[in-house]
């Protein structure tokens, strides 16, 4: 039973990564990447990681792809159609599938680590907090200074300019994204000079 | 479950893996019956207390006594009405949506604890699993508004995330307290962590009530009720991110959203309001449990909809400002507060 | 978590605690300007670096997520080092502004605590953690200067490919736990010991990631693209800041997993690692050669230095007994304060219109400031190998190391490429003594800065006609891994 269930959602889960990348409509590539993250918990929680199966809906089904959804639909429809016809591109694609098939079917069985089986609560709410806040209580605890660091940048970057100071009508970031949003065809979208002041 | 099923004499024969595949889609009818049944019990109830809060009467002819039978009329109005789809929308997304929003809502119920083993799916992290579907209802509300290329729906549907998302922080927030002193995420041990009489309710607890005071306030914005019913805003944004739906599939949406009215609902009567347990012991037998349950969420179902009738509705920058800066700061100190008690009484 | 614990990593602890400050001095004290916060976090980083220099204490903690030991007391003291330097020629910058660039003050106390933990860190995981906290940091402090595009294009750039690498080291990680099945590096080492993982393809992937995930950060061809325009378009302190701290950073991180974590198989990748080398002290030189834009050139010259410490690396690997592994630490904190030195020469001539980082600019500077140009003497000549600068005993110290190791050619290969570095370190000062001065004078130049080029270029000075402390420092230093060996 379990063995169909793995098949079942780790097929799904190919799939669905396939058509992110195929799809030409950005919108329609975040939504079938949250489908291949659904699809990634299930196989989480057949792996009797429930916390884990969880954590991956409510923050990657949920949260963060409710950003990109944000931020395609703020760019708008019309420049998000992707070109995809490059050959070079597609057979780029193609060696790399082939190259990573082939490293990772060596791969699989090559380990010499002796991992010893786990216990029955691997995997379980209990089990993950005792470890996270026992063996690797330092490393959660710099993630919270990690949080914290990026809190700040996101909140300077994103933080209009006081009204009166220099440059407050020409604010650089709004110049960038615009520039982002109507040429993205010519990649070359920042030039090295300085922004004349408003 | 399926042990259950396999008990029954005319199931007997059977093999397993039939039973489980039988044991699954029964518990999905059973858990869709309720939602259908819920919903148009909750639709009536909503226009009866409007009806009493405007002084008049709401439905009272069909199904005899008080019109108890006009949500199924209605219902029947909407299968039979014409299945309107916006010749631009982007018709994958745009079917999906309502589907995604009562998914959203189903799957909540699937650990919803009516009575110690009466709970479809008796998970270790029930908690934590209700939170996680609602962001199926989220992903259901954006696939509405984009699929159905209409700016009301888009804006409706934008405003909706944000809401649901920034709301799910303080919700969070104001669980971890109770989920703290428990031990447990578990639904069914932190209602038993409230048996006895009624001042083992959490709600009773100096320590968790403001914890509770900021559960329901957000899970009204998690359930886009009123006053943080921005999202289908009917003077600014037509209806919203559904707009354009019509028949069925606003059936759907209206469903989901009752259905996900009734969850927070009843969450909150686990987390907080003693969930199958009545406060008095003498009432405490097994039989009653699930009416209890149900009754104390109807409560909460009813104090929804009463402020929706009596309170007027914020702007988007206020909700906004409630949640970030004053719900989650106060969550965040009411986390910290109780961790510190906790440590120096223990 | 025991007091034990918390007391082995207390220069940290003080470095978090004193962002932590900063940042509550700001949100909660309208009035303070960057003068006030300097003040805030100078007081923290010094009482970090007592702890940091008083420490005896060694042992692993936290369940062996890091170690403190004589190596991460000496990376301490370069950081909290390198950071006083860059909040020094930070608080004047950053002043000038009409808004006050506060956000500089906490970034760079996180971003040093990112750098302590990196090189305190004897757990993968833990130096991944500590190598975002630090990145995230930068990031946002490259980008500071949001009304210049160019500041913008250094955040934006160094995100994105800053993350890319991000990944590749994690990957690498991930393989390498999955080869070994442990990500605390001692552990991994004991099970190196083990048979078969020559061929092990699993553990090579894993360790060519981890290579061009710490490549990345240190700017070793041909991962180093990033560098130039980061350096240019980042405001001149956070650039000095980013030379001085990320590279010492990253090397102590690559030290430690070379030295802890893979000593078995070193003979395997350290033909490898003597292309890089190479390829990474010529490009660097070559292309250093043709700037004529200082923060271009100093940054041309950051990846040849990746280079020259890269032969460090391999001259100690894998007899890692070898006492020439303290020249690698030497070099890292002379480094650090000669770049800041470079760097605080362009703090010091910015002006409100922007940064002056063209070569002709600093024409005739002598006449005008005599002292300063003796500085910038001083740093040009520490950074080309010259003595009697201390940049000069860090190059004799690892190059003397390769010739010991038997990477004779290797050696002669980093000593011609430090003759063609002359070239474009003495183009400055030729520039400043020799010619006519074509621009105005500078004004008002900012004391704070001058004083620090000034601390910095005794400082150099003093190293490089008595390198011996400095030395034995480094020697303790590496000597607490030598016990891992």
Redo the contacts between chains.
């Keep these: 039973?379990e063995a169909v269930f793995f098949y079942v959602f780790g097929t799904l889960a190919v799939i669905s990564a396939l058509l992110t990348v195929t799809r030409r409509?950005a919108?329609?590539s975040a939504?079938w990447l949250?489908f291949c993250f659904l699809s990634v918990a299930a196989l989480f929680a057949l792996l009797s990681a429930?916390?884990m199966a969880?954590l991956q809906?409510?923050l990657y089904?949920?949260?963060i792809?409710?950003f990109f959804?944000?931020v395609i639909?703020f760019l708008g429809k019309s420049q998000d159609r992707v070109k995809t016809s490059d050959w070079r591109v597609v057979a780029l694609g193609v060696l790399s599938l082939i190259g990573a098939t082939v490293v990772l079917t060596r791969l699989v069985g090559s380990t010499h680590a002796p991992f010893p089986a786990v216990a029955d609560s691997y995997g379980?709410?209990?089990a993950v907090s005792e470890v996270l806040l026992t063996k690797y209580l330092f490393a959660f605890e710099l993630t919270g200074l990690l949080l914290t660091a990026a809190v700040i940048g996101a909140v300077y970057l994103a933080r209009r300019e006081a009204p009166g100071s220099r440059g407050a009508k020409a604010p650089v970031v709004r110049g960038l994204t615009s520039q982002a949003a109507t040429s993205t065809a010519s990649s070359s979208a920042v030039q090295h000079e300085d922004v004349p002041h408003a | 479950m399926h042990e259950t099923l396999s008990n029954l004499p005319l199931l007997s024969g059977l093999p397993a893996?039939v039973l489980?595949v039988l044991a699954m889609v029964s518990a999905g009818g059973i858990i869709l019956g309720c939602i259908a049944v819920g919903g148009m019990f909750f639709i009536w109830s909503e226009r009866k207390v409007a009806g009493y809060i405007q002084s008049r009467y709401g439905p009272m002819y069909v199904g005899g006594w008080h019109g108890v039978l006009q949500s199924l009329a209605d219902g029947v109005k909407l299968l039979l009405k014409e299945d309107i789809w916006p010749e631009k929308a982007?018709k994958?997304?745009w079917r999906?949506a309502p589907l995604l929003v009562f998914l959203g809502a189903f799957l909540s119920f699937v650990v919803l604890p009516f009575g110690p083993n009466f709970v479809g799916a008796n998970?270790?992290?029930g908690l934590?699993?209700v939170?996680?579907?609602?962001?199926?209802v989220?992903?259901g509300v954006?696939?509405a508004g984009?699929g159905s290329n209409n700016k009301w729906a888009?804006y409706g549907a934008?405003r909706g995330?944000?809401q649901v998302?920034s709301y799910e922080i303080p919700l969070g927030l104001a669980l971890l307290p109770v989920v703290m002193s428990t031990g447990s995420?578990n639904l069914g041990t932190i209602i038993q962590a409230q048996a006895g009489w009624i001042h083992n309710w959490h709600l009773l607890n100096p320590l968790f009530f403001v914890s509770f005071w900021i559960y329901v306030i957000s899970s009204l914005a998690e359930v886009n009720r009123v006053p943080f019913d921005l999202p289908e805003t009917e003077s600014e944004l037509v209806s919203g991110y559904h707009t354009e739906y019509t028949g069925m599939k606003f059936a759907f949406f209206f469903l989901g959203e009752y259905a996900d009215m009734f969850v927070v609902s009843a969450i909150g009567v686990t987390v907080f309001l003693g969930g199958w347990y009545s406060g008095i012991p003498a009432l405490d037998v097994p039989a009653l449990f699930p009416l209890i349950f149900i009754l104390k969420s109807f409560f909460l179902v009813f104090v929804q909809i009463w402020l929706r009738w009596t309170l007027p509705r914020l702007r988007v920058d206020q909700l906004m400002y409630v949640c970030w800066k004053v719900f989650i700061p106060i969550a965040l100190a009411n986390l910290l507060l109780y961790g510190v008690i906790r440590t120096v009484l223990s | 978590m025991t007091w034990s614990d918390a007391s082995l990593i207390a220069p940290i602890l003080w470095v978090t605690l004193g962002g932590v400050a900063v940042l509550m001095t700001d949100a909660f004290w309208r009035r303070a300007g960057t003068g006030h916060l300097t003040a805030v976090s100078v007081v923290f980083l010094t009482i970090a670096a007592i702890y940091a220099a008083r420490s005896d204490a060694s042992g692993s903690a936290f369940a062996g997520a890091l170690a403190a030991d004589s190596f991460s007391a000496f990376f301490n003291l370069t950081f909290i080092v390198v950071a006083l330097i860059t909040l020094a020629l930070g608080s004047s910058y950053f002043a000038d502004e009409e808004q006050p660039l506060v956000e500089f003050f906490p970034l760079v106390m996180f971003a040093t605590v990112g750098m302590m933990v990196m090189a305190a860190a004897t757990d993968m995981i833990t130096i991944f953690l500590g190598l975002e906290t630090m990145s995230i940091s930068l990031y946002v402090l490259a980008a500071l200067q949001r009304r210049s595009i160019l500041s913008m294009e250094a955040g934006f750039k160094y995100l994105i490919l800053g993350a890319f690498s991000s990944a590749f080291l994690l990957y690498g990680m991930a393989l390498l736990y999955g080869s070994t099945g442990s990500t605390h590096l001692p552990t991994m080492a004991t099970a190196i010991q083990g048979v078969g993982f020559d061929r092990d393809l699993l553990f090579w992937m894993g360790w060519g990631f981890l290579l061009v995930g710490l490549g990345f950060k240190i700017a070793m061809v041909p991962f180093h693209m990033w560098t130039p325009d980061v350096y240019d378009g980042s405001p001149a302190p956070v650039a000095g800041f980013m030379a001085a701290g990320v590279k010492a950073a990253s090397f102590a991180a690559m030290l430690r997993v070379v030295w802890t974590g893979l000593p078995a198989l070193g003979d395997m990748w350290i033909d490898m690692l003597v292309v890089f080398a190479v390829v990474t002290m010529t490009a660097g030189n070559l292309i250093a050669l043709a700037q004529s834009n200082l923060k271009r050139m100093l940054a041309y010259s950051a990846i040849a230095h990746a280079g020259y410490l890269l032969v460090g690396i391999v001259a100690t690997t894998p007899s890692m007994t070898d006492p020439a592994a303290r020249g690698i630490l030497f070099y890292l904190m002379v480094y650090a304060l000669m770049n800041l030195g470079a760097f605080a020469l362009i703090t010091l001539v910015s002006s409100r219109e922007g940064e002056k980082v063209d070569l002709a600019g600093f024409a005739g500077l002598a006449r005008r400031h005599p002292v300063i140009s003796a500085c910038v003497t001083v740093f040009m000549l520490s950074l080309a190998g010259i003595p009697p600068t201390a940049g000069f005993w860090g190059k004799v110290y690892v190059f003397e190391a390769a010739v010991r190791d038997g990477h004779t050619v290797l050696a002669v290969i980093a000593l011609l490429n430090s003759a063609v570095a002359m070239f474009y370190y003495l183009r400055v000062v030729v520039l400043m003594y020799m010619r006519e001065p074509e621009d105005e004078a500078y004004t008002g130049l900012d004391p704070q800065v001058g004083a620090a080029m000034v601390v910095l270029a005794v400082a150099l000075l003093w190293i490089g006609l008595f390198p011996g402390p400095m030395a034995e420092l480094a020697r303790q230093g590496v000597s607490a891994l030598a016990g891992s060996f």
Excluded: C, K, R
Aim: hydrophobic fraction near 70%.
């Design positions: 039973m409509d919108v329609a939504f949250i429930h916390f969880i809906i409510l089904a949920g949260a792809m409710v959804l944000f639909m379980g709410i209990e | 893996q489980v982007d994958p997304l999906m998970l270790d992290i934590f699993y939170m996680a579907t609602s962001s199926l989220v992903m954006i696939s984009w888009l934008l995330a944000a998302i995420l």
